[in-house]
């Protein structure tokens, strides 16, 4: 199984930069890393992906090393709406049906 | 598109009823999942399903039937309810079922309780 390592919690105040790293070593060569945000009460929603180097949307910034053995999630200037808990995803090795398994996730906490 | 519906919200059962969990897509995709997350804790995957007809187990099936007769619904069964059945259950969807570079869609849970 393809498994995930993050920090269990994070905190951070408003108007600074978040970045939560991931560690998966065993990531297969053709598998992406995701990650999700989940609010309280809610369902995860998709927020960035990428294979390598590095990605940027209008939420986060994903950089990945070479090797691929870990990603760091980057959020700049975060606010209190950014505290959620955060899911780093990568899939299981290339073995036909996939499975996503999420791990427990970084708890992020912004404060004012 | 509605995307993806659970229902109920809510539900509250006592040891040993039995009960039904519903989740629909409308985005004509393979993949559906049901998740289930304790208090404080991340996601665990219950059973999936890769298209109609086809099912396997996550990580926790054991108390918990899936069927899939339809490419929209995949129900999901609690035979004989306990209190460590005590969850929010989301159910997601995604496109396919053989890239990781698909997105998975989440509903908004069940938030069930097992007295």
């Known amino acids: 199984l393809a498994k995930t390592t993050q920090p269990i919690s994070m905190d951070s105040y408003e108007g600074q930069e978040v970045n939560i790293t991931c560690s998966h070593n065993?990531?297969?060569?053709?598998?992406?890393i995701t990650w999700y945000q989940q609010f309280p009460s809610q369902g995860p929603r998709f927020i960035i992906q990428g294979y390598k180097t590095k990605v940027t949307n209008e939420v986060a910034s994903l950089f990945i090393p070479a090797d691929r053995k870990s990603s760091t999630l980057s959020l700049p200037r975060v606010s209190l709406s950014d505290t959620a808990v955060y899911y780093c995803l990568v899939g299981e090795p290339p073995s036909g049906t996939y499975k996503y398994i999420f791990g427990t996730g970084t708890r992020l906490k912004v404060l004012a | 598109n509605a995307g993806v519906t659970q229902t109920p919200k809510f539900q509250v059962l006592k040891t040993g009823q039995s009960m039904t969990l519903q989740c629909a897509q409308d985005m004509n995709h393979e993949y559906m999942s049901w998740y289930r997350q304790d208090p404080g804790m991340g996601l665990r995957l219950i059973h999936y399903s890769v298209g109609a007809g086809i099912t396997d187990q996550g990580e926790v099936p054991n108390g918990y039937n899936v069927s899939r007769s339809t490419t929209e619904d995949f129900p999901l069964r609690l035979l004989s309810a306990a209190p460590s059945q005590t969850s929010v259950y989301f159910c997601a969807s995604s496109l396919s079922t053989y890239s990781s570079t698909d997105t998975q869609y989440f509903g908004p849970g069940t938030r069930l309780t097992v007295l």
């Open positions: 065993n990531i297969a060569t053709n598998d992406y």
